[in-house]
Structures are given as structure tokens and as C-alpha cells.
């Protein structure tokens, strides 16, 4: 009787193993590989510091991160909304693999693995790299920590705006460009993430481009500028349409990030152009939002590795590309302690002197207002705010009403001069502003090692067309820093000496 249940009951159990096993064992199965393929959330990391500054995350690929082979696509598929051939037509730097390829990804962007894509947007990099030639036929050197003087970043948002908004992006043109790029989509890849992904892409620049309606109505900032503290307002959703027009056309320098630690010890130094914060991994944690961070997704233990780099990274000297006459600089020595060592430090490796850091009133220092105007007190009050609720909340950001004095490192790589980069050379600069060129181009990496700045005369440079800056518009005056304790009433001889000194910083 045993042997009849058993024989009965048998089949029973293995219909149940196998309705189990379809039920749930299946759909189980595929449940861990969907979450294996979707769940990751990998960058990709760099042993050496100086690479992971270049190409390492900050976090932003989460919420703003472009689909890899998106990202290599829009070039092609959007040729007409960029000035040249691909990115690097907007001043972007490649370099070399090591068998003479060039990399798939410019410096300044990361990759990460997240959500089953890889994505890519730009990191710190991007505003701090850039390159320098010796003559027009040499090959450019790539330099960490300098201004991107090449780089155009509002022609890089308008791009992906404009692209964006034409019929082409979608699907229909973008998956037969990644095909023709080499671009091996698996099925899944293919007929599901990537149609979704471009959907996705698509609303969500568009959702961006409306925001930033204003970017479109502004002047060009030009290659190595960018209007910071508008697009900040942004993210508080400042009614933009409404705000004072003062506000607006407030372009600046991307700046220098070397020897940070100077300016943090022994004392903290006010820092950006106008000194409204004493902070640096503040600071740090702000220009982070640039990058397309935000408070749940900055990725603090990257940003920390590049915090690291810059504290000690120093600029590469004039010398390494250029002669300097040493026994005319040596003239220049007490030329510069007279009238600029109080300000500026007492040479590009120290720091001291009675105002170096301190912010000088603009009726004072006399250069363009509009930076200083876009960052007002009530920006200051929001950006209080973020990062509420964790223990880096901002508490130093504050409205000052001039300029802060900035340290020289390197300042042979931080042209153009002044705030909003309006004066091409050190030479340029020692003349009164009446002097000084009215209009100029911007975005050449030839460097004039005689008047020491980016060779400025020129309307083409490696067949790409130059900004013309025209210093009468709105934000780019290029007055102020003038008179007898500037410099600009000392001799011909004397300015060149002065000059030869300043190349050894």
C-alpha cells in the first residue's frame, strides 16, 4: 500500500518542483541577472592621482551622465551645432593611448557603470586642463591645474541643447551611428536600454535648455570663461526672466587650482574672484555642482582623491618651454616687492604678504563690476543652504564688494589677465587701461613668451576660429588695476624687467 501512495504521489511532487521551478526559480534567476545588470554603480578609477584627476568621477554621471555611445554619437549626428569636428572643436584636450590611438574620451570627463549604462559627463578637469604650444607647428603640451583657456563651455551647453531639440535625436538616427562607430550593442542594449536611454536623454535636456533659457540670450563668454554664479541660481530656481539685468553678462576666468594648501595654511585665504568663501574643500564641494553633482549623488571619497592632488600640485615653470634672461629679472626683483609682493606674495612659491587673500574694495581696484554684481546676497543666503541636514553643510559663503588679491603661481599659464580674462598679456597689463588692447582672440594655446600670454592677434588657430573679445560689451571691461601703485606708470624698461621677473613664477 506504501509503495501505491509513493507511486502517486510521486508525479505530484515533481509537478510541484516544476512549477516551483518555473514560478519562481526562473523569474528568480533573471530577477538577480536584472539586478546584477541594473544595480551597479561602478566608476571607473585610476591608481595614479594625476589620471584620476584628469578622468576620475566626481558623481555627477548619476542625475546628468550622457550614455556612452550617446555621447559618442551627437558629434555626428549634430555636426551642425558645433563649430568644428567633434568635441574638440570646443576646445576639448585628447590625448594619446600609448600605441598612438587617441583616447575615446577627452580629459575633464569620467566614465561610470550605473543603473546598466555606461554614462559619462565631465569632472574637474574639464575647466583646469588645458594645453600650450611653443609655435604654431609643434605639438601642444598638456598641462593639470591651468585655466582651460581652449575650452568653450557655453558653446559645449548650447550644443547638447541645440542637438537636443532636432529631429535627430532619436533612435531612428543615433542607434546607426553607434553601429557605425563599432558601437557592439548586445539585444538588450540594442532594442531596450538604449531606445529608452535616448528617450530618457532627450526630455531631460530639453527639461534643462528651458531652464537655462537665459544661457541663449546672453553674449558668448568665449573659450575660458564661464558666467559661474548664474548658473548657480539655476538650481534654486531663481526666476531668472525677472532678475536685475546687472546681473547678467558676468563672465570670468576659469582659474587655477595649484598649491592649494598655501592658500589654506597658515591662514585660509578668501578664495574665488571675489572672496566669498575661506574654505577650500567648501569651495571644492561647490564648483563640484558644476559637474552635475548633487548632495545625494557628490561622490565625497573621489572629490577627496582630487582635493589631495591639488594641495601640492604645482604649476610646470616658464623655464621648461622658454628661456628667461636671468640678470634682467633680476632687475625686475625689487620692481615687483615695491609694487606688487604686498598684494600678491612675495614671489609664485611664497605667499606672504600684508593683503595676499584679502578682498580690496571696488572703488579701489577699479576692474569690471558684473562678476562681482552676479553673486549677490541673496545667492549667498541659498547656497547656505545645501547640504542641509549633512555635517559639510556650507556656512562660509558670504557677499563681499571687491576683488580678493590672488597668489602668482604659475602665472605665466593664467592668461588672459584679470578677472574676467579682458588683458592678453603681463605686458598688456602694465599699461593703462587706455592702452590696452580694445579687442582681442581668445582660445589660442601658441604662447607669446615676450609679452607672456596666448598669442592674441590671430582669428584662426589649428584651422578653428577665435573669439573676438570686444572689451566695450557688458562684463568685459578691461579697466582698473592702473596707476602708480599698479605698475603702470613705471618706464618701458622697467615694465619688461618686471615682466622677465614674473616669467620665473
Not at 526559480?25 to 591608481?47: N, W
Not at 533659457?213 to 575660458?224: C, E, H, L, M, Y
Request: hydrophobic share 35%.
Amino acid at each position: 500500500m506504501n509503495d501505491d501512495l509513493q507511486t502517486a504521489t510521486s508525479p505530484w511532487k515533481r509537478r510541484f518542483f516544476v512549477l516551483f521551478f518555473l514560478a519562481v526559480g526562473i523569474p528568480g534567476f533573471i530577477g538577480l541577472l536584472l539586478a546584477k545588470r541594473f544595480g551597479e554603480d561602478v566608476p571607473v578609477d585610476y591608481a595614479s592621482p594625476a589620471e584620476h584627476f584628469k578622468y576620475g568621477s566626481t558623481g555627477g554621471e548619476h542625475e546628468m551622465g550622457f550614455p556612452y555611445w550617446i555621447w559618442r554619437a551627437l558629434p555626428e549626428v549634430c555636426p551642425q551645432y558645433l563649430p568644428g569636428k567633434g568635441y574638440r572643436s570646443l576646445g576639448m584636450v585628447y590625448e594619446k593611448n600609448p600605441d598612438g590611438s587617441e583616447r575615446d574620451l577627452p580629459v575633464g570627463t569620467s566614465k561610470r557603470r550605473y543603473q546598466g549604462i555606461d554614462r559619462v559627463f565631465v569632472n574637474c578637469a574639464v575647466c583646469h586642463v588645458s594645453t600650450v604650444r611653443t609655435a604654431a607647428d609643434r605639438e601642444p603640451t598638456v598641462v593639470l591645474g591651468m585655466p582651460a583657456a581652449t575650452f568653450d563651455m557655453k558653446a559645449f551647453e548650447t550644443f547638447f541643447f541645440r542637438c537636443a531639440a532636432d529631429p535627430k535625436f532619436s533612435k531612428e538616427y543615433i542607434l546607426p551611428e553607434i553601429e557605425r562607430q563599432g558601437g557592439e550593442l548586445d539585444l538588450l542594449d540594442r532594442y531596450l536600454v538604449y531606445p529608452v536611454a535616448i528617450a530618457i536623454m532627450r526630455d531631460r535636456v530639453l527639461a534643462l535648455a528651458g531652464r537655462f533659457d537665459w544661457v541663449f540670450k546672453q553674449r558668448d563668454w568665449g573659450p575660458g570663461r564661464v558666467d559661474t554664479f548664474n548658473s548657480a541660481k539655476v538650481i534654486f530656481n531663481f526666476p531668472m526672466a525677472h532678475l536685475d539685468p546687472r546681473e547678467f553678462d558676468a563672465p570670468a576666468d576659469f582659474p587655477s587650482i595649484w598649491r592649494q594648501r598655501q592658500r589654506k595654511e597658515p591662514k585660509e585665504m578668501q578664495l574665488h574672484w571675489d572672496g566669498n568663501n575661506t574654505t577650500v574643500e567648501e569651495r571644492n564641494k561647490s564648483a563640484a555642482f558644476g559637474t552635475g553633482t548633487t548632495p545625494p549623488t557628490i561622490d565625497l571619497g573621489r572629490i577627496k582623491r582630487v582635493e589631495a592632488w591639488i594641495m601640492d600640485a604645482e604649476p610646470p615653470p616658464f623655464s621648461q618651454f622658454f628661456s628667461v634672461d636671468l640678470s634682467l629679472a633680476a632687475k625686475g626683483a625689487p620692481l615687483y616687492q615695491a609694487y606688487c609682493a604686498a598684494c600678491h606674495g612675495a614671489s609664485g612659491r611664497d605667499f606672504t604678504g600684508e593683503h595676499v587673500g584679502q578682498v580690496v574694495p571696488l572703488t579701489k581696484i577699479g576692474t569690471d563690476r558684473r562678476r562681482l554684481d552676479s553673486y549677490t546676497y541673496t545667492l549667498a543666503v541659498n547656497q547656505a543652504t545645501l547640504y542641509a541636514g549633512y555635517p559639510w553643510r556650507f556656512t562660509h559663503f558670504q557677499k563681499t564688494h571687491g576683488y580678493a588679491n590672488m597668489p602668482l603661481d604659475g602665472l605665466w599659464l593664467r592668461a588672459p589677465y584679470l578677472h574676467n580674462g579682458s588683458v592678453p598679456s603681463l605686458r598688456d597689463l602694465l599699461e593703462p587701461a587706455a592702452k590696452r588692447p580694445k579687442a582681442f582672440y581668445r582660445g589660442n594655446d601658441v604662447y607669446d613668451p615676450v609679452k607672456v600670454g596666448f598669442v592674441s592677434d590671430k582669428a584662426q588657430a589649428n584651422g578653428k576660429k577665435l573669439f573676438l573679445l570686444d572689451t566695450a560689451q557688458p562684463g568685459n571691461g578691461n579697466g582698473g588695476h592702473e596707476g602708480k601703485s599698479y605698475g603702470t606708470e613705471l618706464t618701458p624698461a622697467e615694465k619688461t624687467a618686471l615682466v622677465e621677473y614674473l616669467k620665473t613664477f
